[in-house]
């Protein structure tokens, strides 16, 4: 197994405007292997939105590195992609537009990937809404316009900060089971922040349980259960485990 | 109890059609009503010229300041035209100055904090008393016009255009900054359009307001235009050509401000299209 993201105690302060001192996060160390699927659960407040910018460079942690396939990262780079909460695409481009626009910022050629969005497009179940606008689409497909921007440039990491927190209960669910069908079927490393600790263990291979004030990652741990995933298996007697370990973490289990 | 129901269902079903009948005459009646309460207000207003013993110099009746328009036929075009042309040239002149202004303010810091006191104590001021110095500085001729109604109108488009540069969400610009995309790519494909809808409100309001301008600047001192125009006939009492200048000044108005619309509708597309959408719902 190859290390494809390092946290090397990562730590983050803010200064508030009351000039008091505000640790986000305190000496995070995590390995994300090549092609892992990482879920990473808190509490809010926990500091693991702050853990994703810093892990794409958008932001810089006050101490500590993050390494990317051994090397420092210092910039933000097109090999990282980034899915967000809200999918914030662009309301005057149509679907396909949207989802080549990375090609289109990076200066690549539109027209040879274009064939790559319209394939990608169709495996989110969007076939036929290439020529749509953005304002036409429920949040559920929206978002999967923007998993297909992330994808299309086919970054080796993916970084998803609570993709489907906005979504309903079953859109979500459908979308968990989707991103898992297209995380088989083109390997990524994918790095994903949630607060549904269901969801946690039934995308992920191991789950990052992170703690509160200040951010600590308080252990990662491995899920053994078999693959493909389905639905089915929230019902299983080792998921019901896992939920009851990563609770009893987090502190949540104990009242 | 069952005979009751039985009634009230066969009642229903005999009245069913009449709500969707009785909603598309009621329909018809709010489209309808502002025009019959306009014509109304009109004939009330002609009616109380003509036998209320109103003069004709403190109060014209509407068909008196149509004949004294119509009379006037042959001068007002040149003076449309000339406000037509000062209030067009003072509006581009703002948004020609402005948006690029915007756009420094957004880029730079150092520029904003040159331009915003120099801004602030400017939009604080009341352009209308500028316009006597500007005359002063310009001179008599159109240009003091054009460059009143352009300070007039300079305000919304920066606001405007600045907050629409700055509602970008933050998301999007660290997603083509992990795109290692230029800076100028990013201006252009990203902050430029998503400012659009926000830079047409602002014009929208600056039409208007490079209306007001012209009108100060005509009054100020002019012998041309239809601010001009009604400085004078109101100084020899013809109240009648006064309110004349007065609805073509409205219509000059109204025309530019749905240009400016359509504009919105060319330029920005995705949002004329959801505001339409928004209204109807």
């Known amino acids: 197994m190859t290390p494809m993201l390092e946290f090397d105690r990562v730590t983050m302060r803010y200064t508030t405007q009351a000039r008091r001192q505000l640790v986000a996060l305190q000496d995070c160390s995590?390995?994300?292997?090549?092609?892992?699927?990482?879920?990473?659960?808190?509490?809010?407040?926990?500091?693991?939105?702050?853990?994703?910018?810093?892990?794409?460079?958008?932001?810089?942690?006050?101490?500590?590195?993050?390494?990317?396939?051994?090397?420092?990262?210092?910039?933000?780079?097109?090999?990282?992609?980034?899915?967000?909460?809200?999918?914030?695409?662009?309301?005057?481009?149509?679907?396909?537009?949207?989802?080549?626009?990375?090609i289109d910022m990076m200066g690549r050629s539109i027209r040879d990937s274009e064939p790559v969005a319209r394939d990608l497009l169709e495996l989110v179940g969007l076939a036929g809404f290439e020529s749509a606008m953005p304002g036409e689409l429920s949040g559920g497909m929206q978002q999967r316009v923007a998993i297909c921007r992330a994808l299309v440039y086919d970054p080796s990491v993916l970084l998803m900060d609570e993709p489907f927190a906005a979504l309903d209960a079953m859109t979500r669910e459908e979308l968990g089971m989707e991103l898992l069908r297209i995380w088989n079927e083109r390997r990524k490393t994918v790095l994903f922040v949630t607060h549904s600790i269901p969801e946690a263990i039934l995308l992920a291979d191991r789950v990052f349980v992170m703690t509160a004030r200040p951010g600590r990652i308080a252990a990662c741990i491995p899920i053994d259960l078999p693959r493909p995933r389905d639905l089915s298996m929230v019902s299983t007697p080792e998921y019901a485990l896992y939920a009851q370990e990563i609770r009893n973490l987090i502190g949540c289990g104990t009242h | 109890?069952?005979?009751?129901?039985?009634?009230?269902?066969?009642?229903?079903?005999?009245?069913?059609?009449?709500?969707?009948?009785?909603?598309?005459?009621?329909?018809?009646?709010?489209?309808?009503?502002?025009?019959?309460?306009?014509?109304?207000?009109?004939?009330?207003?002609?009616?109380?010229?003509?036998?209320?013993?109103?003069?004709?110099?403190?109060?014209?009746?509407?068909?008196?300041?149509?004949?004294?328009?119509w009379a006037a036929r042959e001068s007002l075009p040149s003076h449309i035209l000339v406000t037509l042309v000062e209030v067009v040239a003072g509006f581009f002149a703002a948004v020609v100055v402005g948006i690029p202004l915007s756009v420094l303010i957004v880029l730079s810091s150092f520029v904003r904090k040159i331009t915003y006191p120099v801004l602030v104590m400017l939009q604080s001021l009341p352009k209308v008393a500028l316009a006597p110095i500007i005359l002063l500085w310009v001179g008599y001729g159109p240009g003091s016009k054009v460059l009143i109604s352009a300070v007039t109108a300079f305000f919304p488009i920066i606001i405007n255009t600045t907050a629409g540069l700055e509602a970008v969400p933050e998301e999007l610009l660290q997603l083509s900054r992990s795109l290692e995309a230029p800076t100028l790519k990013v201006f252009w494909k990203v902050r430029l359009p998503f400012a659009m809808p926000y830079v047409f409100s602002g014009m929208k309001v600056s039409m208007a307001l490079s209306l007001i301008g012209a009108v100060v600047g005509e009054f100020v001192g002019a012998n041309r235009g239809l601010g001009y125009l009604i400085l004078t006939y109101s100084s020899t009492m013809n109240t009648a050509l006064v309110f004349g200048a007065m609805v073509l000044l409205a219509l000059m108005g109204i025309v530019l401000f749905y240009v400016v619309c359509a504009a919105e509708r060319v330029f920005c597309p995705w949002y004329a299209a959801g505001s339409a959408r928004d209204r109807v719902l």
């Open chain 2, 1 to 69: 109890m069952p005979r009751k129901s039985e009634i009230s269902l066969a009642a229903g079903l005999i009245e069913a059609p009449s709500p969707t009948l009785s909603s598309r005459i009621g329909r018809q009646a709010s489209e309808g009503a502002p025009i019959a309460v306009f014509a109304a207000l009109l004939v009330i207003w002609e009616l109380s010229c003509r036998y209320g013993g109103i003069p004709r110099w403190l109060l014209p009746a509407p068909t008196l300041i149509v004949s004294e328009m």
């Open chain 1, 30 to 102: 995590a390995i994300v292997y090549r092609d892992e699927f990482v879920a990473i659960v808190g509490p809010s407040g926990c500091g693991k939105s702050t853990l994703l910018k810093i892990a794409s460079r958008v932001l810089d942690g006050t101490q500590g590195e993050v390494r990317f396939e051994g090397q420092p990262l210092k910039r933000p780079t097109s090999r990282i992609g980034m899915v967000f909460q809200q999918p914030i695409l662009l309301p005057w481009r149509t679907v396909l537009d949207n989802v080549l626009f990375p």
